[in-house]
Every structure is written in structure tokens, then in C-alpha cells.
């Protein structure tokens, strides 16, 4: 991928949420790209920090959470260092956020129609009537009926479905460059998640507009992703392209998410391999690789040392020792050749 291509990096991430029974370290030293035009999952379990990292990206994290280190660099500029006003400038119109609770952003004082006139032109010189009209095409676009008169109702009248296409319009409505959407997808039914897929896939082709998907659902990774982040206990475990990741996956966690899929052949009747272990508490991180008490590959040292980023091939990384190992194997089959 080349530097020019690059629309946003997220270098040492790490995020902490300081509380009375101790520190929970939600977020550490993370590292992703994501490019112009491309769609990038970042997939995990509860509390693999994958949220944490989308609102620390749009500084979102309020009083509660801490940026302990790191950089969240777009278009050539520290977002973490934003003035107030730059950031409200960039938010809703050049990065649009889309959260799994719509409520979290319809203002139930205000109908449809006037926080989305408000937004339009709090960052478009138009005048009410293009903006209306702007904001009734977008509403339609996201598949609602009758998107004059829902211009007139308020968020409390509306289903959860109806919400959250509400919120996707809101945040399509100035042509963001860069769209974050957290589990947007997942309280709709699967009909109506499939039109949203399908209108984010549109929307990309005809913009270039990029997203972060943030999601815990594999398929809707190999349905619209280019390239896919592994997030486990805060860590980022492994990234790559869909494919790479799909079919070459190196990291024992994304092998076993990936083997935990159900499939849908049904000439192929096999078990699903649930992960043994339970979800990482991020009140106690186990030392070492976070991920140890559920591997099965887990060596000695990986009880006590945090393993390092390898890469595996052109774009693809593995935070795990084994590929440590790897490596000294060839390296002294190599000598073995060399000497022998
Ligand atoms: Fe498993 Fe060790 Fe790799 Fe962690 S570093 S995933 S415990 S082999």
C-alpha cells in the first residue's frame, strides 16, 4: 500500500479506563491503516476493544477513558491533537459515525427533518431548501418510506430498525470521506441488514468513500471487506486482506474464530470448534500474550512475554511468538544446510 493511498493511521494506540477496583486496559498499542476507498473490519469478541478504538479515533471516549500513547493520523494530521473546533468540523462531515445504538444520536427533542436541515448546514453552504430536499433524497436512499412525512416525526416514534437507518442517513448526509460504523448492522433483521450492506457497498463504489466496519460477524467481513483487523484483550492479533486472512490465518485466535463459522454445506457436516476459555476479563490481563490461558499452542514464554509483530507476507501481520519460532526453525534449518 503506498503512503499517498493512506487516509488514516492508527499507530501505538492504547487506551485505559482508570476506576476504583483498578485499571482496565482496553485498548494496547494498537496499529491499522485504513486507505482511500477501502473497507476495513476490525472483528473480535466482547471486549476485545474494538469499540474503545473507533471512539478513541474520534475522540469519543469522553471523561471516562484515557489515550495512554499513540497517534490517530488523518490526512497528514494527528486527529488526538485537534483543536474542539476542527474536530466538530471533521465529525459528521468528513468522518461519519454510525453507532449500534441510534439513540445515542437522534435527539428526541427535535424532529428528523430538523437535525438533519441543522447538520447539513452546519457544514454545507446551502440555504433550507436544498437542504430539505438533500436530506428527503437520503432518507429514500436508505430505503424508508414516505420520506417526507418521517421528515416531520421524531426518533421516539420510529421502530429500532427505522432508527437506525435514520442514523446511517444522518451519517451519509454530507459525503463523509471515511465512514466508522460500530455494529451498525447488528439489532436489524437479516433482510434489512443485507439492504444496508448493500447500500454501504453502492455508496462506496460511487464516492470512494472509505469504512471502518467494527463488528463481530465474519461474514459480513468476507461480504464487503477488503481487509480485515483481528482484535483480541485490546491487542490488535492480526491484520491483513480479507483473503490472506480468510485463507493463510497465522494467529491461533483467528484461526479459531474462523473455525467456529458455521457452515452452510451440507454435504460438510462437521463440529463447530467453540474456543475453549472465556472472553478476556480487562479488569485482569493475563500476562504475557493476552491470549494464552485459551491457546493451544501456548509455550513457557508466552505466560511472560508480550509477543511481538511479525510479518507473514505483503500486508499481513501476527502478534504471536509462535512465528518467533518459525523464523529460529528456518533460520537453523538453514545453518544446517549451510554446515551440513
Ligand atoms: Fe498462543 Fe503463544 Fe501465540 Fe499467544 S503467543 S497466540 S499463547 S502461541
Same mark, same amino acid.
Given at each position: 500500500?503506498?503512503?499517498?493511498?493512506?487516509? =488514516? $493511521?492508527v499507530? &501505538?494506540l492504547s487506551v485505559q479506563f482508570?476506576?476504583?477496583?483498578?485499571?482496565?486496559?482496553a485498548v494496547s498499542?494498537a496499529?491499522?491503516?485504513?486507505?482511500?476507498?477501502?473497507?476495513?473490519?476490525?472483528?473480535?469478541?466482547?471486549?476485545?476493544g474494538k469499540s474503545t478504538a473507533a471512539y478513541a479515533m474520534m475522540r469519543l471516549l469522553k471523561?471516562v477513558g484515557r489515550v495512554t500513547s499513540g497517534s490517530v493520523? /488523518?490526512?497528514?494530521?494527528?486527529i488526538l !491533537?485537534?483543536?474542539?473546533?476542527?474536530?466538530?468540523?471533521? !465529525?459528521?462531515?468528513?468522518?461519519?459515525?454510525?453507532?449500534? &445504538?441510534?439513540?445515542?444520536?437522534? &435527539?428526541?427533542?427535535?424532529?428528523?427533518?430538523?437535525?438533519?436541515?441543522?447538520? @447539513?448546514?452546519?457544514?454545507?453552504?446551502?440555504?433550507?431548501?436544498?437542504?430539505?430536499?438533500?436530506? +428527503?433524497? =437520503?432518507?429514500?436512499?436508505?430505503?424508508?418510506?414516505?420520506?417526507?412525512?418521517?421528515?416531520?416525526? /421524531?426518533?421516539?416514534?420510529?421502530?429500532?430498525?427505522?432508527?437506525?437507518?435514520?442514523?446511517?442517513?444522518?451519517? @451519509?448526509?454530507?459525503?463523509?470521506?471515511?465512514?466508522i460504523?460500530?455494529?451498525?448492522?447488528?439489532?436489524?433483521?437479516?433482510?434489512?441488514?443485507?439492504?444496508?450492506?448493500? @447500500?454501504?457497498?453502492?455508496?462506496?463504489?460511487?464516492?470512494?468513500?472509505?469504512?471502518?466496519?467494527?463488528?463481530?460477524?465474519?461474514?459480513?467481513?468476507?461480504?464487503?471487506?477488503?481487509?480485515?483487523?483481528?482484535?483480541?484483550?485490546g491487542?490488535?492479533? $492480526?491484520?491483513?486482506?480479507?483473503?490472506?486472512?480468510?485463507?493463510?490465518?497465522?494467529?491461533? /485466535?483467528? !484461526?479459531?474464530?474462523?473455525?467456529?463459522?458455521?457452515?452452510?454445506?451440507?454435504?460438510?457436516?462437521?463440529? @463447530?470448534?467453540?474456543?475453549?476459555?472465556?472472553?478476556?476479563?480487562?479488569?485482569?490481563?493475563?500476562?504475557?500474550?493476552?491470549?494464552?490461558?485459551?491457546?493451544? /499452542?501456548? =509455550?513457557?514464554?508466552?505466560?511472560?512475554? +508480550?509477543?511481538?509483530?511479525?510479518?507473514?507476507?505483503?500486508?499481513?501481520?501476527?502478534?504471536?511468538?509462535?512465528? &518467533?519460532?518459525?523464523?529460529?526453525?528456518?533460520?537453523?534449518?538453514?545453518?544446517?544446510?549451510?554446515?551440513?
Open positions: 500500500m503506498g503512503v499517498s493511498e493512506i487516509l =488514516m $493511521e499507530r &501505538d482508570p476506576g476504583k477496583n483498578g485499571t482496565v486496559l498499542h496499529d491499522f491503516t485504513v486507505c482511500r476507498g477501502e473497507v476495513l473490519g476490525i472483528v473480535g469478541e466482547s471486549g476485545s471523561k493520523v /488523518y490526512e497528514g494530521r494527528d !491533537r485537534y483543536s474542539d473546533r476542527d474536530l466538530q468540523s471533521l !465529525r459528521g462531515s468528513e468522518i461519519g459515525m454510525i453507532f449500534q &445504538d441510534p439513540m445515542q444520536c437522534l &435527539d428526541p427533542v427535535y424532529s428528523i427533518g430538523a437535525q438533519m436541515v441543522e447538520t @447539513l448546514r452546519a457544514h454545507r453552504s446551502i440555504d433550507r431548501a436544498q437542504a430539505v430536499k438533500q436530506s +428527503v433524497e =437520503m432518507l429514500a436512499r436508505v430505503g424508508l418510506p414516505e420520506p417526507e412525512k418521517l421528515m416531520k416525526r /421524531y426518533s421516539f416514534e420510529l421502530s429500532g430498525g427505522m432508527q437506525q437507518r435514520v442514523m446511517i442517513a444522518m451519517a @451519509l448526509l454530507c459525503g463523509p470521506r471515511l465512514l460504523a460500530d455494529e451498525a448492522t447488528t439489532a436489524l433483521d437479516v433482510t434489512v441488514q443485507d439492504q444496508i450492506l448493500q @447500500l454501504l457497498k453502492e455508496l462506496r463504489s460511487e464516492r470512494g468513500m472509505a469504512m471502518v466496519l467494527i463488528t463481530h460477524n465474519f461474514g459480513i467481513v468476507s461480504e464487503i471487506c477488503d481487509r480485515v483487523c483481528v482484535m483480541y484483550g491487542y490488535v492479533m $492480526e491484520e491483513g486482506s480479507v483473503d490472506a486472512v480468510f485463507y493463510e490465518a497465522s494467529h491461533p /485466535y483467528t !484461526r479459531s474464530l474462523i473455525a467456529a463459522i458455521p457452515k452452510a454445506d451440507p454435504m460438510r457436516i462437521e463440529p @463447530l470448534l467453540p474456543i475453549p476459555g472465556t472472553p478476556i476479563d480487562p479488569m485482569q490481563h493475563p500476562t504475557g500474550c493476552v491470549f494464552h490461558p485459551r491457546c493451544a /499452542y501456548c =509455550m513457557e514464554r508466552c505466560r511472560t512475554e +508480550v509477543p511481538g509483530v511479525h510479518t507473514v507476507g505483503e500486508g499481513h501481520t501476527v502478534r504471536c511468538h509462535l512465528l &518467533d519460532t518459525a523464523a529460529a526453525q528456518h533460520e537453523t534449518a538453514g545453518k544446517e544446510t549451510v554446515h551440513g
